[in-house]
């Protein structure tokens, strides 16, 4: 099987670096260009980067040279960890250009002609690229993955969702400082200390959660009618978010029978047999204590998501608790397994 040529844009940052470590010996795809800010053009990424990851950044990739955010249509995916404001001008001119962008960014997560995937849950979406390059006449296209909170929720709701019927969620989350990017929050800012406000973070979960769960039809999303309420809070943890809710449901299930359901989540048969598919997307763990950021973050390389405290709720019909690794799971992980989703179906070119 050739390996299919890949770029990362905004290789140096948080999402960037977590791209590098998960595709340095991937067996489906080649990192053959990394994108940095302009100043940095030609430069050795590894002289460049800051590397933040735990294991070591191998040779070859060291050495590739940096280039500017000029499209390239000699690569065939660009995996997108910049930020939203840059990407909504650079990833329509990538896209443009014939290749098909994978993106973390939120510019284009709610366009009505862009699939939001998680590829256990709604992997129908994609279809939505046929509409997407006709409509903008593009040979390539733009997929998104979610906000990384949402991303941790949607994995864990969205089995309750399909047997139960969610009506309503009220959530709060507790997520990493590696989810602000880096250098990100200040550690004077964070170190001792819990802020209230990630700015745009609880419109995007309330948002995303409805368009993940919603139903294709006619080159449509009908979003799913669930009204959600989130608070987000930043907390001086490294990696993970951790999300809690009380939540509605049409028929409520009984913390058991909402257990089993979790437990038995799996993907299509495609699906699981992507390459940065988990064995199962959520666990769920009875300890009382359980799951906890440090002891369950990586869970299934980063790519699981914990379940627990499941229990009957007096305000709703059932509490919880979901931990997931924002950086894996919530960002560069999620896009990866996106575009080998891309790549199975035969949906790489239009
Ligand atoms: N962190 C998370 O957990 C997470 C999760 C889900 C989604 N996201 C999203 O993923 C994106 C990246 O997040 P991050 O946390 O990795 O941010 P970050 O650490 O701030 O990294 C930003 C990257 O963009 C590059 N960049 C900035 N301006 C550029 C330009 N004009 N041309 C080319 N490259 C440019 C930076 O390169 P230089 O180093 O050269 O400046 C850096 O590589 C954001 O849209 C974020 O919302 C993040």
């Given amino acids: 099987m050739t390996r299919t040529p890949v770029a990362i844009l905004g290789a140096t940052g948080a999402v960037g670096q977590k791209f590098v470590a998960l595709l340095a010996d991937h067996p489906w795809f080649e990192i053959v260009q990394l994108v940095a800010s302009a100043t940095r053009d030609g430069r050795c990424y590894g002289d460049e980067v800051r590397w933040r990851e735990p294991t070591s950044l191998p040779d070859a990739i060291a050495q590739i040279r940096l280039t500017t955010i000029a499209p390239n249509p000699e690569v065939q995916i660009a995996f997108s960890a910049l930020d939203a404001s840059i990407a909504h001008d650079v990833e329509p001119a990538w896209a443009e250009a014939g290749v098909m962008v994978v993106s973390n960014a939120s510019a284009y997560r709610m366009a009505d002609d862009v699939p939001l995937i998680v590829p256990e849950i709604n992997p129908d979406h994609l279809a939505l690229l046929d509409r997407q390059r006709a409509g903008r006449m593009w040979r390539g296209g733009i997929v998104a993955n979610p906000n990384c909170s949402t991303a941790v929720l949607v994995t864990a709701l969205a089995p309750l969702h399909r047997a139960f019927g969610l009506q309503r969620a009220a959530i709060a989350t507790l997520q990493a400082a590696s989810g602000a990017g880096y250098p990100g929050v200040p550690s004077l800012d964070l170190l001792g200390n819990v802020i209230p406000y990630i700015g745009g973070e609880e419109e995007k979960i309330e948002r995303e ?106 305000l709703h019909d059932l509490r919880f608790v979901a931990l997931g690794h924002n950086l894996v799971r919530g960002a560069a992980g999620a896009a990866i397994q996106n575009a080998e989703l891309i790549r199975a179906s035969g949906a790489l070119e239009g």
Avoid: N, W
Avoid at 241 to 246: E, T, Y
Avoid at 251 to 280: D, I
Avoid at 282 to 302: F, M, S, Y
């Fill in 209 to 314: 959660l409805t368009k993940i769960l919603g139903t294709y039809s006619d080159a449509r999303i009908v979003p799913a009618e669930i009204l959600a309420s989130a608070m987000v809070h930043r907390v001086p943890v490294v990696d993970g978010h951790m999300v809690s809710g009380s939540l509605a449901f049409a028929e409520a299930p009984s913390p058991e029978a909402a257990m089993a359901t979790l437990r038995a989540f799996r993907g299509s048969e495609l699906v699981q047999g992507l390459p940065s598919s988990p064995r199962t997307p959520v666990e769920v763990d009875e300890r009382a204590d359980r799951p906890q950021t440090r002891l369950d973050v990586d869970r299934g390389q980063g790519m699981t998501v914990t379940v627990g405290r499941v229990r009957a709720c007096p």
